[in-house]
């Protein structure tokens, strides 16, 4: 019997705090976390992956963690504590046309309403999978 697939999340590779601490704040990330009906959670264990070149990504498991990363400086924040082991690279088929986010509830595109706070087919607000 095989594990269970655990959800798949954008995060950035090149971003502060990586590898050790993966930011779960881009727009990428709300993308994946909509599509697949997930809302962040504290102990969630999750894929975190970065495209590499057009034929990988560069893939690493963790666990979901809101508060602090590693400046003090920094606001407490979701990311993910990634497991220096379970780095690795995977090929993938790339999806061409325009970037679209769903919205969480209506499948909706939202990317033109991420500064209004809400979906405007169904009212429910953007940030719906990372709110805490």
Same mark, same amino acid.
Request: overall charge negative; aromatic content about 10%.
């Given at each position: 019997?095989?594990?269970?697939?655990?959800?798949?999340?954008?995060?950035?590779?090149?971003?502060?705090?990586? &590898?050790?601490?993966?930011?779960?704040?881009? %727009?990428? /990330?709300?993308?994946?976390?909509?599509?697949?009906?997930? $809302?962040?959670? #504290?102990?969630?264990?999750?894929?975190?992956?970065?495209?590499?070149?057009?034929?990988?990504?560069?893939?690493?498991?963790?666990?979901?963690?809101?508060?602090?990363?590693?400046? &003090?400086?920094?606001?407490?924040?979701?990311? %993910?504590? /990634?497991?220096?082991?379970?780095?690795?690279?995977?090929? $993938?088929?790339? #999806?061409?046309?325009?970037?679209?986010?769903?919205?969480?509830?209506?499948?909706?595109?939202?990317?033109?309403?991420?500064?209004?706070?809400?979906?405007?087919?169904?009212?429910?607000?953007?940030?719906?999978?990372?709110?805490?």
């Amino acid at each position: 019997m095989t594990a269970p697939r655990l959800p798949r999340i954008y995060s950035d590779f090149n971003g502060p705090f990586q &590898p050790s601490h993966m930011l779960l704040s881009y %727009v990428g /990330t709300l993308r994946d976390l909509n599509a697949q009906r997930v $809302v962040l959670n #504290e102990g969630l264990r999750v894929t975190v992956y970065s495209d590499s070149d057009e034929e990988q990504d560069i893939e690493m498991d963790g666990v979901v963690c809101f508060g602090s990363v590693p400046d &003090p400086t920094w606001a407490v924040c979701w990311h %993910v504590r /990634t497991d220096a082991q379970s780095f690795r690279f995977a090929k $993938v088929t790339r #999806e061409t046309g325009p970037f679209l986010l769903p919205c969480f509830g209506c499948g909706s595109n939202i990317y033109e309403y991420l500064n209004t706070g809400r979906c405007p087919a169904c009212g429910l607000d953007v940030e719906h999978a990372r709110h805490r």
